[in-house]
């Protein structure tokens, strides 16, 4: 298992990965850390657990951005919020997961 140490909003995490997942994992929290200098930007004073999700709202919304446009490239519509989907239910619960696992991780540092 890989490991690298990145650094979003000037703290330093150490998070695991896959092994050759860790250029991948470096350029990903680049994109976080750009949202939160973003915030940080607008003023206020925020601690680092609201940057983090006000930065992972910013990504989610531009996620939510690009759905629409590619089912609208293709021809179809997007599903109104909400909407009964099976595959979007298991893929918020891995990713929930996921969140609670990184939660841990920085709470052990």
């Known amino acids: 298992m890989g490991q690298v140490t990145v650094r979003v909003g000037g703290y330093s995490h150490p998070v695991s990965c896959e092994d050759g997942q860790e250029a991948h994992l470096?350029?990903?929290?680049?994109e976080v850390d750009k949202r939160?200098?973003?915030?940080?930007?607008?003023?206020?004073?925020?601690?680092?657990?609201?940057?983090?999700?006000?930065?992972?709202?910013l990504l989610a919304d531009e996620v939510h951005?690009?759905?629409?446009?590619?089912?609208?490239?293709?021809?179809?519509?997007?599903?109104?919020?909400g909407a009964d989907d099976p595959k979007l239910a298991e893929r918020l619960a891995r990713i929930a997961d996921r969140i609670e696992g990184i939660a841990q991780t920085l709470d052990r540092t």
């Open 26 to 30: 470096v350029a990903l929290a680049a």
């Open 36 to 57: 939160v200098s973003s915030i940080k930007a607008m003023g206020g004073q925020f601690g680092e657990g609201r940057l983090l999700l006000l930065a992972s709202l």
């Open 65 to 81: 951005d690009l759905k629409v446009a590619v089912a609208q490239a293709r021809g179809g519509a997007m599903p109104a919020a």
